[in-house]
Protein backbone atom coordinates (compact mmCIF):
# COMPACT_ATOMS: atom_id res chain seq x y z
CA UNK A 1 0.00 0.00 0.00
CA UNK A 2 3.23 2.13 0.78
CA UNK A 3 3.49 2.78 -3.44
CA UNK A 4 -0.38 3.22 -4.58
CA UNK A 5 -0.20 5.67 -7.16
CA UNK A 6 -3.17 7.74 -6.69
CA UNK A 7 -5.85 8.75 -3.57
CA UNK A 8 -7.51 6.90 -1.19
CA UNK A 9 -10.70 7.24 -1.51
CA UNK A 10 -11.91 5.06 1.66
CA UNK A 11 -12.32 5.69 5.13
CA UNK A 12 -9.65 5.28 8.15
CA UNK A 13 -11.36 2.05 8.65
CA UNK A 14 -11.74 0.89 5.48
CA UNK A 15 -7.93 1.29 4.82
CA UNK A 16 -7.09 -0.58 7.95
CA UNK A 17 -9.17 -3.86 6.37
CA UNK A 18 -7.66 -3.29 3.23
CA UNK A 19 -3.96 -3.36 4.74
CA UNK A 20 -5.27 -6.09 7.38
CA UNK A 21 -6.41 -8.32 4.25
CA UNK A 22 -2.79 -7.41 2.35
CA UNK A 23 -0.79 -8.34 5.18
CA UNK A 24 -2.12 -11.77 5.47
CA UNK A 25 -2.83 -12.41 1.84
CA UNK A 26 -0.47 -15.27 -0.03
CA UNK A 27 -0.42 -14.14 -3.73
CA UNK A 28 -0.81 -16.81 -6.42
CA UNK A 29 -0.66 -16.44 -10.21
CA UNK A 30 -4.00 -15.47 -10.38
CA UNK A 31 -3.74 -12.52 -8.00
CA UNK A 32 -0.14 -11.85 -10.79
CA UNK A 33 -1.93 -12.02 -13.73
CA UNK A 34 -4.77 -9.26 -12.34
CA UNK A 35 -1.74 -6.83 -11.50
CA UNK A 36 -0.26 -7.48 -14.64
CA UNK A 37 -3.58 -6.96 -16.45
CA UNK A 38 -3.93 -3.68 -14.87
CA UNK A 39 -0.58 -2.88 -15.71
CA UNK A 40 -1.49 -3.21 -19.48
CA UNK A 41 -5.24 -1.65 -19.68
CA UNK A 42 -5.73 1.53 -20.60
CA UNK A 43 -9.05 3.12 -21.54
CA UNK A 44 -9.40 2.10 -24.98
CA UNK A 45 -7.59 -1.05 -25.06
CA UNK A 46 -4.05 -2.77 -24.28
CA UNK A 47 -1.30 -0.37 -24.22
CA UNK A 48 1.96 -1.24 -23.99
CA UNK A 49 3.24 -1.69 -20.71
CA UNK A 50 5.81 1.00 -20.37
CA UNK A 51 3.55 3.57 -22.20
CA UNK A 52 0.79 2.40 -19.63
CA UNK A 53 3.45 3.13 -16.37
CA UNK A 54 4.50 6.89 -18.14
CA UNK A 55 1.41 7.55 -18.70
CA UNK A 56 0.56 7.15 -14.27
CA UNK A 57 3.63 8.76 -14.21
CA UNK A 58 2.55 12.05 -16.35
CA UNK A 59 -1.11 12.11 -14.46
CA UNK A 60 0.39 11.31 -10.61
CA UNK A 61 4.03 12.52 -10.79
CA UNK A 62 5.66 9.25 -9.96
CA UNK A 63 6.02 5.87 -10.43
CA UNK A 64 8.47 3.70 -7.88
CA UNK A 65 11.21 2.51 -9.71
CA UNK A 66 10.45 -1.43 -7.58
CA UNK A 67 7.13 -1.03 -9.23
CA UNK A 68 8.32 -0.15 -12.85
CA UNK A 69 10.19 -3.24 -12.54
CA UNK A 70 7.78 -5.46 -10.96
CA UNK A 71 5.36 -4.85 -13.72
CA UNK A 72 8.70 -5.89 -16.26
CA UNK A 73 9.24 -9.01 -14.48
CA UNK A 74 5.37 -9.74 -14.09
CA UNK A 75 5.16 -9.72 -17.98
CA UNK A 76 8.16 -11.67 -19.04
CA UNK A 77 6.87 -14.65 -16.16
CA UNK A 78 3.15 -14.66 -18.18
CA UNK A 79 4.93 -14.41 -21.63
CA UNK A 80 7.82 -17.52 -20.73
CA UNK A 81 4.78 -19.36 -19.15
CA UNK A 82 3.09 -18.98 -21.98
CA UNK A 83 5.46 -19.31 -24.84
CA UNK A 84 3.62 -16.18 -26.66
CA UNK A 85 4.29 -12.31 -26.56
CA UNK A 86 1.90 -11.17 -24.51
CA UNK A 87 0.77 -7.89 -26.70
CA UNK A 88 -0.10 -11.25 -29.70
CA UNK A 89 -2.45 -12.94 -26.61
CA UNK A 90 -4.57 -10.08 -25.52
CA UNK A 91 -4.79 -8.69 -28.88
CA UNK A 92 -3.02 -5.44 -27.81
CA UNK A 93 -4.51 -2.28 -30.06
CA UNK A 94 -7.78 -3.82 -30.67
CA UNK A 95 -10.35 -2.85 -28.84
CA UNK A 96 -13.16 -5.84 -29.12
CA UNK A 97 -16.16 -4.38 -27.56
CA UNK A 98 -16.10 -1.46 -30.57
CA UNK A 99 -16.40 -3.13 -33.17
Do not use: H
Not at 2 to 23: H, K, S, V
Not at 32 to 46: M, P, T, Y
Amino acid sequence: MDDYIGNFDTTPEELALIRDALNTAVPDDYDRLIQLCDALAGAESVMNIEDRMNDVKRRYGSFPQEKWDGNLALKAYFEEKMGKDIYTVTGKGTCPWKN
